[in-house]
């Protein structure tokens, strides 16, 4: 059955693509709040149980490195999933991954078995991959002139999670005691279930699949003559796509920067501060204000993106991210200034995403968007990863200041690209 023939009534008439647009976002919404409890949930413990069961404060690190690499490692093959099948089995099947990798961390920390809670974390990456791809289905249908508040609407629902997931060990400790498990374990019992949960939403509710009626709607208006989607997207056909479209590359490398940019600052603040001196309830404030920099003002962010245009926006959040590597960069031990400085650069890094995301839609057509996204993330993913594991050493080579020094550098390129681009929007 095609898109049109699902969303099509009784009668047989054809399908308003505005409805649909709205059924997917309030769709794809529900699954990010349950979705992202799931993420904030694990990321909570993840170092926790690291350590614990390695004995080695050195190996805390490892949980979220891994949960990077394997977001990165299922960004591809979910893409290419979507686009052969569409965003419902794309961001189903991610889901129901990540719910399954939950199941393997689990049976893995409680047996004591590291490389096997490492590989449950692996595939808990899949969570992370989908809960960013949801963005790309909320721009699949919009009309222009709106697709910016339609995706900040969905980068805005992992608020949520955000804030609730990482408070949940409490009450994840007492669920977990009944179980007879680990008590850091019930963090990750939550998770699984919503990840599971987030599965079962997008499989029951994202129906029409918002890509597969963009494509139908896009052969229609062309006769016929649309080029179909690839029965299978290579990554470099995806790369070709982008880099002959300047706008594509600008939202490529939007993406890719402002993601550097954040991570590799807010990988290393929480031992900024501790050297300093911050205790972890400073510490754990300052990184949620972070946290609600990135989400809480995705839709006023979209809605700007719409008004002003997807290039105007993009740079700003560059102009922001300078600002905030230049107000944490010089506060030294403040933790005021410091704090300022992330929550400058959770902005940053929302203007950046959110703005890239809806230009790259706006620059491709339906039948190029999934290879490119995917290609998007995997490289966002990549970057985030490649930051976060070199900070350490830029943080002990040449300090704090230093290292938002470099992280600022990224922003370079995002500059110098816009120059190509002559029409914002």
Do not use: C
């Amino acid at each position: 059955m095609t898109a049109a023939e699902e969303s099509a009534p009784a009668r047989g008439a054809a399908p308003d693509p505005a409805r649909v647009q709205r059924k997917a976002v309030i769709a794809l919404v529900a699954a990010q709040v349950i979705g992202g409890l799931g993420v904030g949930a694990a990321l909570s413990v993840g170092g926790l149980i690291a350590e614990d069961l390695t004995g080695s404060q050195s190996w805390a690190g490892t949980a979220t490195t891994t949960i990077t690499l394997g977001a990165a490692l299922f960004s591809l093959p979910l893409a290419g999933l979507a686009a052969r099948r569409g965003r419902r089995p794309g961001l189903g099947l991610g889901w129901l991954i990540a719910a399954l990798g939950g199941a393997v961390a689990i049976a893995g920390a409680q047996a004591g078995y590291f490389p096997v809670f490492l590989a449950g974390m692996a595939l808990y990456g899949s969570g992370t991959a989908t809960n960013l791809q949801a963005r790309h289905a909320a721009a699949d249908l919009a009309a222009e002139r709106t697709r910016g508040r339609d995706l900040s609407l969905v980068v805005w629902a992992t608020t949520v999670g955000s804030v609730i997931g990482p408070n949940l060990t409490g009450p994840g400790a007492a669920v977990a005691s009944r179980l007879g498990l680990l008590d850091l374990l019930g963090p990750l019992l939550f998770s699984t279930a919503a990840f599971a949960a987030a599965g079962l939403v997008t499989f029951l509710m994202l129906r029409p699949d918002p890509l597969l009626l963009a494509r139908e709607l896009e052969e229609a208006d062309s006769g016929g003559t649309a080029p179909k989607a690839p029965a299978k997207a290579s990554p470099r056909a995806s790369i070709a796509v982008i880099v002959r479209n300047p706008r594509a590359l600008l939202a490529l490398v939007g993406t890719v920067a402002s993601h550097t940019v954040m991570v590799a600052v807010m990988t290393m603040t929480p031992v900024h501060m501790a050297h300093g001196g911050a205790t972890l309830t400073v510490i754990g404030l300052t990184i949620s204000l972070h946290i609600a920099g990135m989400y809480a003002f995705s839709p006023l962010v979209g809605w700007l993106s719409d008004r002003l245009g997807r290039v105007p926006v993009l740079l700003t959040g560059q102009g922001v991210l300078l600002a905030a590597a230049a107000v944490a960069g010089t506060a030294g031990h403040s933790t005021a200034l410091v704090t300022t400085g992330l929550v400058l650069l959770g902005l940053g890094w929302s203007f950046g995403l959110v703005a890239s995301s809806a230009l790259l839609a706006d620059s491709l057509a339906p039948h190029e968007r999934p290879g490119a996204q995917g290609v998007t993330d995997l490289l966002m993913n990549l970057g985030g990863a490649a930051a976060g594991a070199a900070s350490g050493a830029v943080l002990a080579g040449i300090g704090f200041g230093g290292l938002n020094a470099f992280a600022a550098l990224f922003v370079l390129p995002v500059a110098l690209l816009a120059l190509r681009v002559r029409r914002p929007r």
